[in-house]
């Protein structure tokens, strides 16, 4: 497959750009100034998290098409909630992702959120929207900071007819009332589109009902490969994401939306070219700054690294102490990707992609010494 000249530029120009996002804009310029003055200082098995995402249920109230969350699990109560939420507060992260499941769906989320506040952590809510009403507009303009927190929600088709095919229930009207009362009542709302090969064909049109809406940010992500997204990753055609991807960013710069894209390894591997072999060895100390808590409790250093070889701890049941010795454990096998005996080393788009998703090399070789598996770049 060979992508038009012009997308490619405009997707490598919006890769080039730094954009800066109504959404989590406060909390970059910490980060920011964190990571250019402090991290490089600290030893890779001295860092702790600032960004943690925390599944506070794994129930929902949608049986989606594409859903790659893992819905097992237990629903703590909510002592060991605020418990685990002290354990947090003592490592002093930034930011909290709450998910699930359906965060929503559960009778004690308001004292969860106004916990999460009280600890001064700056607040993401992820949720489908459903759920959301008048009553809980109120409840949450009296938890959430407008200047440092973020709702997402899930939208993926500009119509009902789009939304019912990926989601399985008739809610889009609900959830486009719940984005016009969150508005309504100043919150931050950044809706995120999962492209499938059922919705593809709707990115732009949803991008523009958002900027209608006035969403603050509008994200696109390519299904994940994980659990029910397996069977869908590879029927999406990646011609027709990629021209809606661009009709988004030849359009942004008219709307007041902002454009977040999430671009995956195949386009790296279709506008790559072969370069001189060269020594390819990935550091990067971003990976010690987030963790990942499922529903039962067990922290992972990433979502696509829920794995028995990288499990931290758990947040209900070990000191952070135990939790610290075995993340410094694994703190030499996570810092390091060495690609220099792989493909990537004659890859012109090497240290753009860095090799893909290593939560999928991982799962498929044991290792992140090697290329992503969806990379069908030819070195040959």
Known sequence: ??????????????????????????????IDTYKAKILNKVPENKIRPLWVGFKITPICNMKCEHCWADLKGKEYSLDNIKKALDKLSEIQILHLTLSGGEPFIRNDWEEIFSYAKEKRMCLEIFTNGSLINEDICKKLNKILDKNVDTIQISLDGSNKEYYLMQRKKDCFEKVINSIKLLKKFGFTVRVNFTATNLNQSEIFNTFKLCNILKVDTFSISHVYDLNKGKSLYDKVNFKEYLEEINLCIINASEFITDLKLFIPVEFFSLTATKVEKKE????????????????????YPD?????????????????????YLKLENLSTKLLERNLSNVKCSHCSN??????GDSGRTYKEYKSFNMADPKCTFNQQ
């Open 350 to 355: 090497a240290l753009i992609c860095k090799g």
């Open 303 to 323: 979502v696509t690294l829920e794995l028995d070889d990288f499990f931290i701890g758990n947040i209900y049941s070990n000191s952070l102490n135990d939790i």
């Open 280 to 299: 390819l060895k990935i550091k990067d100390k971003n990976i010690f700054l987030n963790w990942f808590i499922n529903s039962n409790g067990d922290i």
């Open 1 to 30: 497959m060979k992508i038009c000249e012009d997308i490619q530029n405009n997707i490598f120009s919006y890769i080039e750009n730094k954009h800066k996002f109504k959404d989590r804009s406060i909390e970059k310029i910490f």
